[in-house]
C-alpha cells in the first residue's frame, strides 16, 4: 500500500509568486489535512479537506487556500509569497479525519524556500 | 485558542524508562495525539487518547487525564533509534472547527 505522497520535494520561489504544492493520499483515505512547519512556530495546523469540501481550517490568512478533487487528491496554494513563508509544509491523510480522526498519516513533506 | 507544554529537550539511558509529559488548556477538547518525529523526516501517530486513562501499545503507553490537563507518553526499554522529538497534539473544537494544535516538541536523546 503506497504511502502519502507529495510533490514538489523542494521548491524555491521569489517574493510575491504563488505556489501550488501537491497530495495524493493513501488509497481510501478521504481526509487530507494541510500543516506548516517552522523552527520559530512548530507545526501549524491549515486547513482539512473530506469529501471535496473544506470542513476545518486554521488560523492562517486568506493567501493560503486550498482543494480537494474527487479522487481525494489535494492541492494546497499560496498566493504573494512572502519570505515568511519559508517552510516544510505538510500533509496528512486519515480514513475520517475530522472529528472522529485517530491516526493520521503524514507525507515527506515539501521544503519550500521564500527568496 | 490553546496552550500545550512539553519540556524542549530530555535525555536518557538506552534500555531505560522515560516519560515525556505534556499539559494544556483548551475549552473543547476532543483528543490528544502523540507523534515521534525523526529529524529530517515526517511525523509518525503513535497513540491517540479521548478518555481517561492509560492506552498501551508495545514499548509505548499514553496516559491521559481530561480534568488535570495533562498526558504523558512513556517509553520502556529505551533503544537508540528512539531518539527523535516527541510532539503531543490537542484537538479542540473552535468555531465549528475540529483544530489539532501541536506542542513544540520535546528531543529525547538516547546514549548507551
Known amino acids: 500500500k503506497a504511502g502519502v505522497t507529495q510533490t514538489p520535494r523542494y521548491l524555491i520561489k521569489t517574493r510575491g509568486q504563488q505556489v501550488t504544492l501537491s497530495c495524493s493520499p493513501i488509497s481510501g483515505h478521504r481526509s487530507v489535512s494541510w500543516y506548516q512547519q517552522t523552527p520559530g512556530q512548530g507545526l501549524q495546523f491549515l486547513f482539512e479537506y473530506f469529501s471535496e469540501t473544506q470542513r476545518n481550517k486554521g488560523n492562517f490568512p486568506g493567501r493560503f487556500s486550498g482543494r480537494q478533487f474527487s479522487n481525494s487528491r489535494s492541492e494546497m496554494n499560496v498566493s504573494t509569497l512572502e519570505l515568511g513563508d519559508s517552510a516544510l509544509y505538510l500533509c496528512a491523510s486519515s480514513l475520517v479525519g475530522g472529528q472522529g480522526g485517530t491516526e493520521a498519516f503524514f507525507g515527506q513533506g515539501t521544503r519550500l524556500t521564500v527568496v | ?112
Not at chain 2, 515525556?20 to 497513540?47: D, M, V
Not at chain 2, 498526558?71 to 537508540?80: D, F
Open chain 2, 1 to 112: 485558542g490553546q496552550n500545550i507544554d512539553q519540556p524542549t529537550e530530555m535525555t536518557a539511558t538506552e534500555g531505560a524508562i522515560v516519560q515525556i509529559n505534556c499539559t494544556y488548556q483548551t475549552s473543547g477538547f476532543n483528543g490528544l495525539f502523540w507523534y515521534q518525529q525523526h529529524a529530517g523526516e515526517a511525523p509518525t501517530f503513535l497513540s491517540y487518547n479521548v478518555l481517561d486513562g492509560l492506552e498501551e501499545k508495545g514499548r509505548f503507553s499514553s496516559f491521559l487525564s481530561r480534568s488535570k490537563g495533562y498526558s504523558y507518553l512513556l517509553l520502556k526499554e529505551l533503544q537508540m533509534k528512539d531518539s527523535a522529538s516527541y510532539l503531543c497534539a490537542v484537538r479542540d473544537m473552535t468555531g465549528g472547527s475540529y483544530i489539532p494544535t501541536f506542542g513544540r516538541g520535546t528531543s529525547l536523546i538516547v546514549h548507551p
